[in-house]
């Protein structure tokens, strides 16, 4: 369902607000699943009156929210065309206020309105939109766990879903990983120049990855899919990015899915962390 106001150098005639509220609403009930707005319709008032229309639809029922940036208009001057504009900041500027005339905690389509007229880089463009959707998927792995302390709670307290990404720590804990591999990337290989592909953390995060085959080997299944099912046994974790570069690394990793850690699987997990030293961050899902 659309939510144009206006105000794009074509003006829609005044609007009752309570029927914009009461069109939306009566949309929901007949189904429709999504509305999409923009910041600039109404200079921001459209993305207000959303926000009421969706008030006291429990947030487990929420219908999707579409939302854009890119089009910048002027407070002063309501009726002036809006700039054309997708430099990143003014795209992080944008969504931030967007978050808050909305009332939400994400958005759930994030669209560049129209082309550029900065002279921005759509690489640059893009890489802030890249940044904006990697902050609202924590990274989580055993590695790096900070998240399990701070975000993760909260989210499980508000009923709010939780996406992790990298649960195998850009591939280090897979059952193949070795200190020759390393050896083996290309020159251009980020991995090459992280302190996780280098001694002495990444002797530290191998112990590790060796000290879950037992468990692996208990449920008949890989360390792969040991190291994602325990980012998932966290509450309020609901799923996992995983990549792959083959169909065989999808074998290695798709158990994780059916894979259910025991207590006791997550207490030998949590030793073994400790063992190690690997990582940061709490160690044993509550």
């Known amino acids: 369902m659309g939510g144009w106001r206006g105000r794009l150098g074509l003006w829609l005639g005044p609007q009752d607000d309570a029927q914009s509220i009461a069109s939306i609403r009566h949309a929901l009930e007949?189904?429709?699943?999504?509305?999409?707005?923009?910041?600039?319709?109404?200079?921001?008032?459209?993305?207000?009156?959303?926000?009421?229309?969706?008030?006291?639809?429990?947030?487990?029922?929420?219908?999707?929210?579409?939302?854009?940036?890119?089009?910048?208009?002027?407070?002063?001057?309501?009726?002036?065309?809006?700039?054309?504009?997708?430099?990143?900041?003014?795209?992080?500027?944008?969504?931030?206020?967007?978050?808050?005339?909305?009332?939400v905690e994400r958005i759930d389509l994030y669209q560049f309105h129209w082309p550029d007229q900065s002279g921005t880089p759509?690489?640059?463009?893009?890489?802030?939109?890249?940044?904006?959707?990697?902050?609202?998927?924590?990274?989580?792995?055993?590695?790096?766990?900070?998240?399990?302390?701070?975000?993760?709670?909260?989210?499980?307290?508000?009923?709010?879903?939780?996406?992790?990404y990298s649960p195998l720590?850009?591939?280090?804990?897979t059952d193949r990983f070795s200190e020759k591999r390393v050896e083996s990337m290309a020159e251009d290989d980020w991995r090459r120049r992280s302190p996780d592909f280098r001694s002495p953390r990444l002797g530290r995060i191998l112990a590790l990855r060796d000290a879950l085959r037992p468990v692996a080997e208990d449920h008949a299944t890989t360390v792969s899919a040991v190291a994602i099912a325990w980012t998932l046994a966290w509450p309020g974790v609901t799923g996992a990015i995983v990549g792959a570069r083959s169909p065989e690394q999808v074998d290695g990793w798709i158990g994780a899915a059916t894979l259910e850690l025991t207590l006791e699987d997550l207490d030998e997990i949590a030793r073994a962390i400790g063992r190690s030293g690997a990582g940061a961050g709490p160690a044993l899902p509550k």
């Open 30 to 103: 007949l189904g429709v699943n999504w509305i999409d707005t923009a910041a600039v319709y109404g200079l921001g008032h459209s993305e207000e009156v959303v926000r009421q229309a969706l008030e006291g639809i429990p947030s487990n029922d929420r219908r999707y929210i579409f939302t854009k940036c890119g089009m910048v208009g002027d407070e002063r001057w309501p009726d002036a065309p809006p700039r054309q504009v997708l430099e990143p900041a003014s795209i992080r500027r944008e969504c931030e206020a967007s978050l808050h005339r909305l009332g």
């Open 122 to 164: 759509i690489e640059d463009s893009w890489e802030a939109m890249t940044r904006l959707v990697e902050a609202g998927q924590p990274p989580l792995s055993l590695i790096r766990r900070q998240v399990a302390d701070s975000e993760i709670p909260w989210c499980a307290a508000h009923k709010t879903g939780v996406i992790g």
């Open 169 to 173: 720590q850009s591939g280090l804990l």
